[in-house]
């Protein structure tokens, strides 16, 4: 009993903060655009039918999940060898390095796109570089590369974070006991380190495309608003075009992709 | 004979749908007696401290305090003394800040409380050690903080969860002895856990002996280990040897073919018995024949290992007594010394 | 080539590392340098170093007062989420009652849903009860962010303090208010300022869903900067962020020296 009225204040914000919109959401998905442009109440899969049948709509939800599969990946693949430094490192440098690989966490997503910015930009560092070498410039922001680049960077962080969680539960000793056997480093590597690892690998891929499919501030910004993905869609709809039900169905339906893929990853713990 | 203090009646505790932790547990102890609860891991000894401090509640029965019912009452009303096995010592505070703890709720000033921490800290010998937290106290200097803490609230009641057992070796007889010596001077009713019978029996004024939730017996020590209630008592309490035979009339048991006396025995039929070694007497002629299998020294006394006729039967002769394994001899069980139990 | 004792990562993994962190930091050190720049354009390298910048920063009143929205809103944030994420953390740690994994599993939930759903479906709810725009609409909104996270680490730190200890402040006459704030909250301390920190940060960085929530006399300042970004590109927004990373690497800072948060991390 004390405990209901102990978590009841944290629960009523949760029900006027999440619980409620939701519901909101869910029944603003329902309702129908006229002609005109104006929201008109009704109970109805219109809108979800209006969304579905559109080309343009199709190809961009493809193209948000290449960009989540393809940055996953790399985020993934990138975060590997950070985490193995980190797990190799003498216990002093331990901490310092895993809080320098998960810092970016705590800068401002937009903050560290600014950053990315002057490094891609046309007057940026790689520019500059390229430049010097006699190399023709390269148009990385502004366009799909410079959202590839950056978000597979904020993806990151996250990865290390479910990576170290998940290779922190490996047993060193069999590495040593592969190596013992004769097996070199990188055999080591490839047949005993990594195969172990796939687990931690395939949560933090799972989390990374969760994240990446759903990314606003990256694929707006360094974009240009040249790149379309469901996030920068619905926040049109909403605040641009001002088409309520549509960004309300178009939420539910990216939220219905995420559940799916919360299934996948559920499937995938149990194993 | 002191009056009751503490008395247990029907004090039952459940978890689940498992056999109760704690069945119908009823006992009464003296006012200023030490009551010892003995038994082996998962007897429910430390459920029935937890009940008796309120930390558990009693699924039936209750817990009556100089006459009164606590059952119902919650740990904080019930003014017991509890020492619990990993001393439970507040690390952020002082020595001193534990032992005074338990004094902030009550109508002291703070001249008042300084004194009675004091007080306590000096009956425990720490009165140096006020300032200090218990991270920078050694293991025996944390229990007595712990004992300090318990007593200065004078409670009605001190309870103490194995206190001896995280303890080197040869710190236990010594603070066993200190432990005896506060609750005696103090006249505080207490009672404490233990699963060695040792303890139990070198302490307590009174031993309740459980078993699988259930009390076997309550004696003082000595008719424990002579008049042992139960087969169980018999044979966790101190050494001893059991044989099955059976009982053929009132005072006869058969064991092995061959007939024993026994001054009391229970209705004819299948039956269990123990026999203590110090009750054994070997020598060259007797009623069984044995030989030695075993010696072990223990100082005054040796434990010879005897084959017999009817099984190993363990004997405990003095150090000087000349025999030897390999010897033969004859053993005689004199009837006083079989206990003999149904089976 | 490998020798005897405790295996060293090859060279390779070093530089594939090398590239990670370099991947991982270069964004913030970038934006540090072009903060100082002299010119007017997010070129790297800088024509010349200069304060012009942060100057044009701190004269710019817009930014300024979505400053100071931001750092007020972050820490009635995480004031509000200590006082309603301490109890919670409390109930779910320590007692036992039907329906304590549900309520642990709806304290979590914000958690899970894109902030972009979030804002906007805060929007749509908001919006007929005219809380758009509003100090009340932002500080509901960045609660229902920031109260999760609190309850999480203080779930963890009260858990970490033995239960015992409670019994034996229990048995010693402490009502049980009394043992969990003198004994379990002294002990959990540490928990409390990394929670009442991240609070804080999750409020002051709070972007996407603010975005939806903000309006022309109220907005916060990741949102400016977040607008900035989308139509200008001159140093002046490096500074801006250069402020908001400085602003959070103290905020850790203070809590690594006050509860050890890197022994937390390695810990995981």
Redesign the interface.
């Known amino acids: ?4 009225l ?2 009841a ?3 009523c ?2 029900a ?10 869910l029944r ?1 998905s329902l309702n129908r655009t006229d002609e005109m442009g104006a929201m008109r109440e009704a109970v109805s899969l219109d809108t979800y039918g209006r969304l579905l049948s559109d080309d343009l709509n199709l190809s961009m939800a493809s193209d948000t999940l290449q960009l989540g599969l393809g940055c996953a990946a790399a985020a993934v693949a ?2 590997l ?2 985490t ?2 980190i797990r ?1 490192a003498p ?1 002093a440098w ?3 390095l ?7 966490l ?14 891609l ?1 046309d ?3 790689v520019n ?1 570089v390229l430049s010097w070498a006699g190399l023709p410039a390269q148009r990385l922001i502004n366009n799909w590369t410079g959202v590839q680049i950056g978000l ?2 904020s993806l ?2 996250y990865a290390v ?1 479910v990576l ?2 998940g290779l ?1 539960r490996l047993d060193p000793r069999l ?2 006991a592969a ?1 013992t056997l004769g097996a ?3 055999r ?1 590597f490839w047949r005993v380190t990594l195969p172990l690892a796939v687990p931690a690998l395939l949560a933090a891929f799972v989390l990374c495309l969760v994240l990446g499919i ?1 990314a ?2 990256t694929p ?2 360094m974009g240009g ?1 040249r790149v379309f993905v469901v ?1 920068t869609e ?2 049109d709809l ?2 641009q075009t001002v088409d ?1 039900p549509a ?2 169905a178009m ?1 539910m339906l ?2 219905g992709g ?1 559940v799916v893929l ?1 299934g996948v990853r559920a499937v995938m713990a149990r194993r | 004979m002191a009056e009751t203090h503490l008395a247990l009646s029907g004090l039952t505790r459940r978890f689940g749908a498992n056999p109760p932790a704690v069945d119908a547990l009823t006992l009464e102890v003296p006012r200023g007696a030490l009551l010892a609860l003995l038994g082996p891991s998962g007897c429910g000894k430390t459920t029935s401290l937890r009940l008796i401090a309120g930390l558990e509640r009693a699924d039936a029965g209750s817990v009556r305090v100089a006459g009164r019912d606590v059952t119902d009452l919650a740990p904080e009303a019930r003014n017991m003394g509890v020492v619990f096995q990993s001393y439970a010592l507040f690390p952020h505070m002082s020595a001193a800040g534990n032992v005074g703890f338990g004094l902030e709720t009550r109508r002291l000033s703070r001249a008042e409380r300084a004194a009675r921490v004091a007080e306590a800290l000096a009956m425990v010998g720490l009165a140096d050690f006020a300032q200090r937290k218990p991270r920078a106290l050694s293991g025996g200097q944390q229990q007595r903080v712990a004992l300090a803490r318990a007593l200065a609230i004078q409670p009605d009641l001190l309870l103490l969860d194995e206190p001896l057992s995280a303890l080197d070796a040869q710190l236990r007889d010594g603070v066993r002895e200190e432990i005896r010596a506060l609750q005696r001077r103090l006249g505080t009713t207490a009672v404490f856990v233990t699963h060695d019978q040792a303890e139990a029996l070198a302490m307590a004024d009174l031993v309740a002996v459980m078993d699988r939730g259930k009390l076997e017996q309550c004696a003082p020590p000595e008719a424990l280990f002579d008049a042992p209630a139960t087969p169980f008592v018999a044979g966790f309490v101190g050494r001893s040897s059991r044989f099955e035979g059976q009982v053929e009339a009132p005072g006869r048991i058969r064991i092995a073919g061959r007939l024993f006396g026994a001054t009391e025995t229970p209705a004819p039929g299948p039956a269990q018995v123990f026999v203590r070694p110090h009750r054994i007497t070997l020598a060259e002629a007797g009623d069984l024949p044995a030989r030695v299998t075993n010696r072990v020294f223990e100082g005054a006394t040796a434990l010879l290992t005897l084959d017999t006729p009817i099984g190993p039967l363990l004997a405990e002769v003095a150090a000087a007594d000349p025999f030897r394994p390999g010897d033969a001899g004859f053993a005689t069980l004199p009837p006083t010394a079989l206990r003999v139990f149904p089976l | 080539m490998s020798g005897a004792g405790p295996r060293r990562p090859g060279a390779v993994l070093h530089l594939l590392a090398g590239c990670g962190y370099l991947l991982l930091l270069a964004p913030a050190i970038v934006v540090a340098a072009v903060s100082f720049s002299s010119g007017p354009f997010l070129a790297f390298p800088p024509p010349g170093l200069s304060f012009r910048w942060y100057v044009a920063l701190a004269g710019n009143q817009e930014i300024m007062g979505a400053l100071a929205t931001s750092a007020l809103l972050a820490l009635i944030v995480s004031l509000l989420a200590l006082l309603l994420g301490v109890p919670a953390a409390y109930a779910i740690a320590r007692l036992r009652f039907p329906g304590r994994t549900a309520i642990a599993g709806l304290l979590v939930a914000p958690l899970m849903l894109p902030a972009l759903v979030l804002g906007l479906a805060l929007l749509l709810a908001l919006q007929p009860m005219k809380l758009v725009a509003t100090w009340p609409g932002l500080v509901l909104a960045h609660c229902t962010l920031a109260v999760p996270f609190a309850v999480r680490i203080m779930t963890t730190a009260i858990a970490a303090v033995p239960e015992e200890l409670e019994a034996a402040a229990r048995t010693l006459g402490a009502s049980p208010l009394r043992a969990a704030l003198r004994v379990t909250l002294p002990l959990a301390a540490p928990g409390l300022f990394a929670a009442a920190a991240l609070a804080f940060l999750v409020s002051f960085d709070e972007t996407v869903v603010s975005l939806f929530l903000v309006g022309p006399r109220l907005t916060t300042l990741p949102v400016e900067l977040f607008r900035y970004a989308e139509t200008r590109t001159d140093p002046l927004i490096a500074a801006l962020a250069m402020v908001l990373i400085a602003i959070a690497l103290g905020v850790v800072l203070l809590v690594e020296r006050a509860a050890g948060l890197t022994r937390t991390l390695s810990k995981d």
């Open positions: 009993m004390i405990g209901w102990l978590a204040p944290a629960l914000v949760m006027f903060g999440f619980l409620l919109p939701v519901g909101v959401l603003m990138l975060a060898p950070v193995l430094s190799a216990p331990r901490g310092a895993a809080l320098a690989a998960v810092a970016p705590l800068v401002s997503g937009t903050a560290r796109i600014i950053g990315w910015l002057a490094i930009g007057s940026g560092l500059a597979t960077e990151m962080p974070l170290l969680a922190g590495d040593e190596a070199s480093r990188s080591v759903s606003f501030i707006r910004l608003g996030a619905i926040y909403a605040l309520w960004a309300a939420a990216l939220l995420l919360g």
